[in-house]
């Protein structure tokens, strides 16, 4: 796990991973939010509940290597 966070010097794979996924994630809840009429309530916990997710299988993913 050590390689998640620091690797050679630098930040690691895993770090770069989870703010992409945050950005992408969090700009796709928007679009999904502008096109749909929807409870803002409803859209939160569900982004919340898909972002825990998506941490929970990227951690995974750099964990097994």
């Not at 945050?22 to 939010?33: F, S």
């Not at 898909?50 to 964990?63: D, E, P, S, T």
């Amino acid at each position: 796990m050590n390689d998640f966070l620091w690797s050679s010097g630098h930040l690691g794979w895993g770090v770069f991973a989870l703010a992409v996924f945050t950005g992408l994630w969090w700009l796709l809840g928007d679009l999904y939010w502008r096109l749909q009429n929807i409870r803002i309530s409803r859209l939160l916990v569900t982004l919340a509940i898909g972002w825990a997710i998506g941490v929970g299988l990227i951690l995974l993913g750099f964990r097994i290597e």
